[in-house]
C-alpha cells in the first residue's frame, strides 16, 4: 500500500512559478511509474505528466511541454513537478499518482492505483 502526500500548491500571478512535491510511503518507491494530472470543477481528471520508474522517460500533455517538469528521486521517495509560465488554465487540484504501468499508457489515469489527496493551485491573471 503506496500513501502518497502532495505539497507545494498556492497562489500565483500568471507568469509565476511553483514546485509541487508528492512524497510516497509504504511501498518501493522506485519501482512505480508516477503521474500528475490536475482536474477542475466539472471536469474530468486529466493527465499532465509521467516519468518512468528510473526517471529516464518523460511524458507530457501538450498543453504544459515546454513550460513544466516532472522529475523525481527515488532516494528521497519523492516526485517534483517544475511549473513555470503558468497560466490561469493551468488552475486546478494537482494530484499525483503511483502505477506500476504499463509504461506505454502512463497517461490514463486507469493504471494508476495510488493517489494523493491532491493540492490546489490558482493562477491569477
Known amino acids: 500500500q503506496v500513501q502518497l502526500v502532495e505539497s507545494g500548491g498556492g497562489l500565483v500571478q500568471a507568469g509565476g512559478s511553483l514546485r509541487l512535491s508528492c512524497a510516497a510511503s509504504?511501498?518501493?518507491?522506485?519501482?512505480?511509474?508516477m503521474g500528475w494530472f490536475r482536474q477542475t470543477p466539472g471536469k474530468e481528471r486529466e493527465f499532465v505528466a509521467a516519468?518512468?520508474?528510473?526517471?529516464?522517460?518523460?511524458y507530457y500533455a501538450d498543453s504544459v511541454k515546454g513550460r513544466f517538469t516532472i522529475s523525481r528521486d527515488n532516494a528521497k521517495n519523492t516526485v517534483y513537478l517544475q511549473m513555470n509560465s503558468l497560466k490561469p488554465e493551468d488552475t486546478a487540484v494537482y494530484y499525483c499518482?503511483?502505477?506500476?504501468?504499463?509504461?506505454?499508457?502512463?497517461?490514463?489515469?486507469?493504471?494508476?492505483?495510488?493517489w494523493g489527496q491532491g493540492t490546489q493551485v490558482t493562477v491569477s491573471s
Open positions: 516519468i518512468s520508474t528510473s526517471g529516464g522517460t518523460i
Open positions: 509504504g511501498g518501493t518507491f522506485s519501482t512505480y511509474v
Open positions: 499518482a503511483a502505477s506500476r504501468g504499463p509504461w506505454n499508457i502512463a497517461q490514463r489515469k486507469t493504471i494508476y492505483g495510488y
